[in-house]
């Protein structure tokens, strides 16, 4: 990336907290930084062996160009990382989606370049296997797979939006992405959820009422097997509300 790699090394051996929050603010959030510091730190000569250690890499290079506290190296651009997943859950109408791309624009606006995945656009596949007739280890399948690939370009945060029934489906998006999954229940009363379904319209006719119908028995369902790090309220309060509830709640439980 033109200009970042000699913003880096123009900085000053030991520059003040002023400057640190300037250049911080400027270069640091920005992901393709690393391969700045990487390449700054990876010995390729003829007959060398690579630095390989990554985490160790990053420190020197820090240390070299850039000395501060070990907190401020730990918790520093690119590297930090809330490690969990947030999963939203709840039955259709509970705004699921609306309030994860909240979430999600949220996290961009902090600099912390998140991933959103909306689970049910990953098993939307016909004929559905016979040993898999809800799809769900090809949800799994893919999310890892998908992940992975926005890993690749930096994303380090990840919310989903996915119905959370039992503790195995929580385990299962677990071992998928390979970090502790936070499950955040949205929670809407029966009216509110009909109001929204509606609202939408998408379904109509027979497949309508049943959706009605299948979203107020979901809803008690959740409620009973209470597979949740957090339960938030959502009638009668904007996405914006919502969402910024969900944000702290879940950064609250990854401290």
């Known amino acids: 990336m033109p200009g970042s790699g000699s913003a880096l090394r123009s900085l000053p051996p030991r520059p003040g907290s002023a400057r640190i929050a300037s250049a911080r603010s400027r270069i640091l959030p920005r ?21 390989v250690d990554i985490p160790v890499a990053v420190e020197r290079c820090v240390a070299q160009h850039w000395p501060v506290s070990a907190t401020e190296i730990e918790n520093f651009g690119p590297l930090a990382t809330n490690r969990t997943v947030l999963v939203l859950s709840g039955p259709p109408g509970v705004g699921k989606t609306t309030v994860a791309w909240r979430v999600f624009d949220l996290c961009t606006e902090a600099g912390e370049d998140p991933a959103f995945v909306d689970l049910d656009m990953l098993g939307s596949a ?17 999310l890892a797979a998908v992940w992975a690939n926005y890993q690749a370009v930096g994303s380090r945060r990840l919310i989903i939006a996915e119905v959370v029934e039992i503790d195995a489906d929580r385990e299962r ?11 955040c229940r949205l929670v809407a009363s029966d009216g509110v959820l009909e109001a929204r379904i509606r609202g939408r319209g998408r379904d109509h006719g027979p497949g309508l009422a049943k959706l009605i119908d299948r979203s107020a028995g979901l809803a008690r369902q959740l409620a009973a097997a209470d597979i949740v790090g957090f339960s938030v309220a959502t009638e009668n309060r904007s996405a914006d509300e919502i969402a910024a509830e969900v944000r702290q709640r879940w950064d609250d439980l990854a401290t």
């Open 126 to 142: 016909w004929p559905a296997p016979d040993d898999d007739p809800n799809q769900t280890r090809l949800r799994a399948t893919n």
């Open 173 to 183: 998006l677990s071992a998928a992405v390979g970090l502790p999954v936070v499950v």
């Open 31 to 51: 992901r393709r930084c690393v391969v700045v510091i990487l390449a700054s730190v990876v010995d390729r000569s003829p007959g060398r062996e690579p630095l």
